[in-house]
């Protein structure tokens, strides 16, 4: 059984910074396909950024340019560095696994066996 853990979430201004961070217990990474979730109130839970079992990533179009996922083999960590954060990034963050079809880029939530509890990153102008 593998447990997610998040952490690194917050209330910060516009423009301004946050590293999420994802443990995993139980189980290490490798072979996994990992990937951050948000879910805004009101809204579907969306596939923010994702990288495969062979190190390929994948973003959505909102946050490309602003976000980085990566991942620490080693320490089972998974990060997301968010860079000039914007008041539509608000939203309750999740990280996500699978080991099915791991080298296909995927960013829908049922291709996700494997979750976090989630954490929260509040923006404010």
């Known amino acids: 059984q593998v447990q997610l853990v998040e952490s690194g979430g917050g209330s910060v201004q516009v423009g301004g910074s946050l590293r999420l961070s994802c443990v995993a217990y139980?189980?290490?990474?490798?072979?996994?396909?990992m990937a951050w979730f948000r879910q805004a109130p009101g809204k579907e839970r969306e596939g923010v950024a994702v990288?495969?079992?062979?190190?390929?990533?994948s973003y959505t179009d909102s946050v490309k340019g602003r976000f980085t996922i990566s991942q620490d083999n080693a320490k089972d960590l998974l990060y997301l560095q968010m860079n000039n954060l914007k008041p539509e990034d608000t939203a309750m963050y999740y990280c996500?696994?699978?080991?099915?079809?791991?080298?296909?880029?995927?960013?829908?939530?049922?291709?996700?066996?494997?979750w976090g509890q989630g954490t929260q990153v509040t923006v404010s102008s």
């Open positions: 139980g189980h290490t990474y490798m072979g996994f396909r």
């Open positions: 996500a696994a699978d080991l099915r079809r791991s080298w296909l880029l995927l960013r829908n939530e049922s291709d996700y066996n494997y």
């Open positions: 990288i495969s079992s062979n190190g390929k990533i």
